[in-house]
């Protein structure tokens, strides 16, 4: 096992399953501006994919000890916030991972990560549906809210997305076969954004099996006190 920062106490470290192109957490890598608002998340993967935002008013505030996620950090998003890093580039298969909070009320459509080139869109729509995008729209049923784990596997007619189980599996159908050009965390380059938290984002180069869902999700559950299995 991995003894990497705050993983090890957990049971697993995300850094055993292959492919780890990614991870952003919020208690490592943070760099903050004069406000305490996150300018640089640093990729804790080693690959520097780090995440980033020049302009000031467009920054995540950040929460050093969120109830919401048992004490642990996260970032806060208002609907106009996001980081970026523009040097990722992944061919389909991927899959992304992300811890975050929404309520339960939306009226619009949130972005949570999304491509900047060529997209790869996990979305909670306005009628409270998780949708994923890679050249076509699809909606997967699924109307989690609140504090949630989502694991989108992206990867053409065969994509799926996983909500707070291993085994709630919504199949979207053929959401498109984009790459994955760039990451905008907490909206998509300012628009449709988030108003919730993120806590920790995660990018592998394939896709994650059940079993490998399960153990990620038994991460996120030891890590933040959330029944997800």
């Known amino acids: 096992m991995f003894a990497g920062p705050g993983s090890a106490a957990y049971g697993f470290d995300p850094r055993e399953l292959s492919g780890l192109a990614d991870w952003l957490k919020g208690d490592a890598g943070i760099v903050l501006d004069s406000n305490l608002n996150v300018q640089r998340w640093i990729d804790q993967s080693g690959n520097g994919f780090d995440a980033t935002q020049a302009t000031a008013g467009s920054r995540p505030s950040y929460n050093a000890s969120d109830a919401t996620w048992a004490g642990k950090p996260s970032l806060g998003f208002t609907g106009t916030q996001y980081l970026r890093n523009t040097s990722i580039n992944l061919p389909q298969p991927t899959t992304m991972v992300v811890f975050c909070s929404t309520p339960a009320a939306?009226?619009?459509?949130?972005?949570?990560?999304?491509?900047?080139?060529?997209?790869?869109?996990?979305?909670?729509?306005?009628?409270?549906?998780?949708?994923?995008?890679?050249?076509?729209?699809?909606?997967?049923?699924?109307?989690?809210?609140?504090?949630?784990?989502?694991?989108?596997?992206?990867?053409?007619?065969?994509?799926?997305?996983?909500?707070?189980?291993?085994?709630?599996?919504?199949?979207?159908?053929?959401?498109?076969?984009?790459?994955?050009?760039?990451?905008?965390?907490?909206?998509?380059?300012?628009?449709?954004?988030?108003?919730?938290?993120?806590?920790?984002?995660?990018?592998?180069?394939?896709?994650?099996?059940?079993?490998?869902?399960?153990?990620?999700?038994?991460?996120?559950?030891?890590?933040?006190?959330?029944?997800?299995?």
């Not at 050249?135 to 989108?152: F, K, R």
């Not at 994955?180 to 380059?189: F, P, Q, W």
Request: net charge neutral; glycine share 14%.
């Open 106 to 229: 939306l009226g619009t459509s949130w972005n949570i990560v999304d491509g900047v080139t060529s997209r790869q869109l996990l979305q909670l729509n306005a009628n409270g549906d998780w949708n994923m995008y890679a050249g076509s729209q699809q909606n997967s049923s699924l109307t989690q809210h609140g504090v949630c784990a989502v694991v989108a596997n992206f990867n053409g007619a065969s994509s799926a997305i996983f909500v707070n189980s291993s085994t709630i599996n919504g199949s979207p159908g053929n959401v498109g076969t984009n790459a994955l050009t760039g990451l905008d965390i907490g909206s998509s380059g300012g628009t449709f954004g988030l108003v919730g938290s993120v806590a920790e984002v995660l990018v592998y180069s394939r896709t994650l099996s059940p079993a490998e869902v399960s153990a990620v999700l038994g991460y996120g559950r030891n890590r933040y006190g959330q029944p997800w299995s």
